[in-house]
């Protein structure tokens, strides 16, 4: 009665066969639609291409219920790409995308579910309470207008026109938006994305308060720091894949550092065989070696080649601490076709 | 409103008839706060009626050119809210993802073309109202009762063909592109399909080519119920407006399919 007729079967086996073979899973799953065991949105060997360009490539993402994940990432990382097959919006090429164990756009799916997107914005000629009222009028148990506006910081804007309102109040009002239908599952594509600092720490501040009202969300970002503040677990996407999930201090740990660059007669393949290092790769003439011990790193590399010039070492900036993360995986090569450009 | 812990999977027939009333009074409202909508689409027509048929004919020797008027100005006052609507707004709400962020949530598809269908109705009807007042007062049109009716009730219906030619530019255009276009559609389809000038005192070769647009249909239609069409029959016009109307339909709906998509 969760399923209609003929849809639900055929794409359960889809979404779970893979990893647990077959029919004793189907069973659970449809006994236990939103229960502990599966997860409550996940996309399983999911692939994506614009044209030429493959935006996803074989992601799997989980989402357990009552966690904040950050999926982490370089700008064209695939992030929205995830998220919007999660929503349904996109539409899925292959792979599967299961959110409470339905397809994403299934109706009892957009009843349980929030959405803030990344390029978003409503009518401005109608006030922020009349968009409230709009999409509280979509759900069977809608929040409270006034709790909405509580959690949004919005209660001196309720008659304002969303043609009036600040870049950060305006993200503040999607927010709201996403809440209105007192969602399980929340997705937050960018939210942040614009905004100046004080207006990211007041969204980080609701975001926080989801988290304590026993929320599950989903959020992109390309800021470690953001995934940092918020996130309960971090997945980093790189050029469509999964490189790296844990809790922020095991994704910090491995992507805090250095990263050492000189020119130098070292190798990249001597210089990622130091223990020491995470990664290192050619730019140009340069050797850029990313590790958390950059003194032990040069005590080695002068040993090799005392004259190793045009030295500098700076920290790592998330896009180095990707490619840390590349190379350091047990994945293929990963540097063949060079670091530039990903989409 | 069930008190169970399960939400609510069937909504009924009255759910969707309080979504889609509630799109469209905030749509109306919407409409009505944007001056850049409702002033042309208000005042165009009225303002051509009233300095063309009335002040223009005052005097006149005949009833002719005013009752002619009535019925292209009000299929013209319907033309505006309908592509403009559709055309400009909808484009709008894809270029600004409210579009998007809808398509996420609960909201059933149909209310939302709803919504539009009836603001742009609702506008229509004001214009159609104003257009008889000033017909039936200041320009002495007498038409049967079953006139007045047969008029409103044709110029009222081109809602629906009008919206589908809006939808398919909307579907496709760019906000800022959708502005150029509707407004060409807007302008150019009214002029050649006779509601500005008459039909009949436009060249050949434009009056041939009316065939090709709704409105020219239309127009048709509403001067037949006071016997001043060219003379084609009712089906001719109904049957090409049919099929024009259904191929703006495909076109917004290959629009939408392409959104979708990437």
């Known amino acids: 009665m969760r399923c209609l007729p003929g849809t639900c079967n055929t794409s359960v086996t889809a979404a779970y066969s893979r990893k647990d073979g077959g029919r004793v899973t189907i069973l659970s799953a449809l006994a236990l639609p939103s229960g502990s065991a599966p997860a409550l949105a996940r996309l399983s060997g999911v692939s994506h291409r614009y044209g030429d360009v493959l ?37 899925l090429q292959s792979g599967a995308a299961r959110v409470f164990g339905s397809a994403p756009d299934a109706a009892q799916v957009r009843l349980r579910r929030g959405a803030m997107l990344q390029v978003s914005g409503v009518p401005e000629t109608l006030t922020v309470g009349e968009h409230l009222a709009l999409f509280r009028a979509y759900y069977p148990s809608p929040l409270p207008t006034e709790r909405l506006l509580e959690m949004a910081g919005l209660q001196e804007l309720r008659d304002r026109r969303f043609g009036k309102l600040s870049g950060g109040q305006k993200q503040r009002v999607m927010f709201a938006l996403a809440l209105a239908g007192n969602p399980e599952l929340v997705f937050l594509d960018e939210p942040t994305a614009g905004l100046d600092l004080d207006g990211r720490r007041r969204l980080w501040d609701e975001i926080r308060g989801l988290k304590a009202a026993g929320r599950t969300a989903v959020l992109t970002t390309h800021y470690l720091e953001e995934a940092d503040a918020l996130a309960d677990r971090i997945a980093v996407i790189h050029r469509g894949r999964l490189i790296a999930e844990g809790s922020p201090e095991e994704i910090k740990s491995r992507t805090a550092g250095r990263v050492v660059r000189c020119v130098t007669t070292i190798s990249a393949e001597t210089a990622r065989s130091y223990p020491e290092a995470a990664g290192a790769e050619m730019k140009g003439q340069h050797l850029e070696v990313v590790t958390a011990e950059p003194e032990a790193v040069l005590r080695r590399m002068f040993a090799l080649d005392p004259e190793l010039g045009d030295l500098t070492v700076v920290g790592v900036g998330l896009e180095e601490a990707f490619l840390a993360l590349t190379g350091d995986g047990a994945g293929p090569d990963g540097n063949g076709a060079g670091p530039e450009g990903g989409t | 409103m069930g008190a169970s812990a399960q939400p609510v999977l069937r909504r009924g027939v009255g759910w969707h008839v309080r979504i889609a009333l509630l799109e469209t009074r905030f749509q109306f409202l919407s409409s009505l706060r944007l001056p850049a909508f409702a002033i042309p689409t208000l005042l165009f027509p009225v303002f051509f009626y009233l300095f063309f048929a009335v002040i223009f004919q005052s005097g006149g020797p005949s009833l002719v050119a005013p009752t002619y008027m009535l019925a292209t100005y009000g299929v013209f ?76 009730g044709i110029i009222l219906a081109a809602v629906l063909p009008f919206s589908a030619i809006g939808l398919a530019i909307g579907a496709w255009a760019k906000q800022q592109a959708a502005v150029a276009v509707v407004n060409l559609v807007f302008i150019g389809m009214s002029l050649i399909s006779g509601l500005w000038v008459p039909i009949y005192m436009l060249p050949n070769v434009m009056q041939d080519i009316a065939i090709a647009f709704p409105a020219f249909h239309l127009g048709q239609l509403t001067l ?39």
Request: glycine share 14%.
């Open chain 2, 77 to 152: 006052g319907v033309l505006g809210p309908s592509i403009f609507g559709f055309g400009v707004g909808l484009a709008q709400e894809r270029d600004t993802g409210a579009l998007l962020l809808k398509r996420t949530t609960p909201m059933p598809a149909g209310a939302f073309l709803f919504a539009r269908v009836a603001t742009a109705a609702i506008f229509g009807a004001v214009v159609v109202a104003v257009l008889f007042l000033l017909a039936g007062f200041a320009a002495g049109v007498e038409l049967h009762r079953s006139q007045w009716f047969s008029l409103a």
């Open chain 2, 224 to 262: 037949k119920v006071i016997d001043l069409d060219l003379g084609r029959s009712v089906w001719f016009h109904l049957v090409l407006l049919g099929g024009q109307t259904a191929v703006c339909l495909a076109v917004a709906a290959a629009g939408f399919r392409r959104f979708s998509g990437r």
């Open chain 1, 55 to 91: 935006a996803l490539d074989r992601l799997d993402l989980e989402v357990h219920e009552g966690e904040v994940l950050a999926v982490l990432g370089p700008n064209g990382a695939g992030k929205t790409t995830a998220v919007s097959l999660l929503l349904g919006t996109l539409t």
